[in-house]
């Protein structure tokens, strides 16, 4: 009912930056919380940011100065935007919404997509 589409992510050097969008499109009511999360080698997929709809956001501390989530409800679109990249940084970044379908309410996972930081 709902797909996420994640065209960003590829190879990057430490201290640079990468900006990640996220779109969501299908049946879709509305969207209430939307998330970035991580899953780096050999580890458990982790949050990282998230916002809701009124714009309010939270980050892990890991990430907190360096990430940016933001949201463009018109677009249904999700965005993540990276600074001073670390390696630590490299894992695969998934994008999720909590939406407001036909049927319900439901949490959405977009297919990730991978971010590596050469040092």
């Known amino acids: 009912q709902v797909q996420l589409m994640e065209p960003g992510g590829g190879l990057v050097q430490a201290g640079g930056s990468l900006r990640l969008p996220c779109a969501a499109s299908g049946s879709i009511v509305s969207i209430n919380a939307m998330d970035w999360y991580r899953q780096a080698p050999g580890k458990q997929r982790e949050l990282v940011a998230h916002?809701?709809?009124?714009?309010?956001?939270n980050y892990t501390d890991s990430v907190r100065g360096r990430f940016t989530i933001s949201r463009d409800n018109a677009k249904n679109t999700v965005y993540l935007q990276i600074n001073s990249l670390k390696p630590e940084d490299t894992a695969v970044y998934y994008c999720?919404?909590?939406?407001?379908?036909?049927?319900?309410?439901?949490?959405?996972w977009g297919q990730g997509t991978q971010v590596t930081v050469s040092s």
């Open positions: 999720a919404v909590t939406a407001v379908v036909s049927t319900g309410i439901a949490k959405y």
């Open positions: 916002i809701i709809s009124r714009g309010i956001t």
